[in-house]
């Protein structure tokens, strides 16, 4: 695992909110993704015996917040606004929805979390919904400490200080949650993506629990693929 430092904190924070800004439009993750994780979620959770529930759900470093949406509409939506929503999808600047109207219905509150709640995070202050906290992902509100059953990002190079921000995930996760993380196979840090270089046995030193699924580029965008279920 490799790092890029920064000499200030207010530094990295400019420079993420700048980025989203700039990048606002895109979303690294898509509808197939999404169902895939929930799918492999449910199936470990079987290997337990346990309720196929999943809620409350966590999304962080969301730029425009689309992850949010995926997770919602997968989880909570019936069988013709999710074929809707996968068959609409298309992949220009990332992958987004030709109709955004069908995504957004239904948004969560992240004042008012239940186990039916799909939210997110995101440090730009300029994206202001109503399921989306506006903050550091390695900063979370104190309130949601093991709120979660399953916490997502592809935003982990991202990170100021990854053993920070990794605390900060697992704090806010249930006994027996899930982390699935997107991470570009083989990146080297830069200014923009302070964190790279990442192997599979670091994120397991990161991230205590078993690792349920691992997938080298195995998403659309051909990120690496891992999920984890965190200790109980």
């Known amino acids: 695992m490799e790092y ?27 509808y197939r993704d999404v169902h895939r994780y929930l799918e492999i979620i449910r199936s470990n959770k079987r290997e ?28 909570l939506s019936g069988w013709l606004r999710r074929q809707l929503v996968h068959c609409l999808e298309q992949k220009w600047h990332g992958f987004n929805p030709r109709i955004p109207l069908i995504e957004s219905v239904g948004r969560s509150e992240y004042r008012n979390l239940s186990d039916k709640s799909c939210v997110g995070v995101e ?3 300029l994206v202001r919904r109503p399921d989306i906290w506006s903050g550091s992902f390695d900063e979370l509100p104190e309130e949601w400490e093991q709120k979660f059953d399953v916490a997502f990002s592809n935003a982990f190079d991202h990170s100021f200080d990854a053993l920070k ?5 697992c704090q806010i996760l249930r006994p027996g949650g899930y982390l699935v993380i997107q991470f570009p196979e083989r990146q080297t840090p830069s200014p923009l993506d302070p964190v790279g270089s990442l192997t599979v046995e670091d994120f397991g030193k990161l991230f205590p629990g078993e690792i349920v699924y691992f997938h080298a580029r195995g998403s659309n965008w051909k990120y690496t693929e891992y999920i984890f279920r965190m200790c109980t």
Request: net charge positive; hydrophobic share 30%; proline share 3%.
């Open 4 to 30: 890029k430092q920064y000499e200030t904190r207010e530094e990295y924070k400019n420079r993420q909110i700048n980025a989203s800004v700039n990048k606002s439009s895109y979303c690294k993750t898509s």
């Open 165 to 169: 921000t990794a605390e900060s995930w």
């Open 48 to 75: 337990y015996s346990e309720q196929l529930k999943i809620g409350p759900v966590v999304c962080l470093g969301v730029r425009n917040g689309r992850e949010v949406d995926l997770f919602r509409v997968a989880l």
């Open 123 to 125: 440090i730009n202050p």
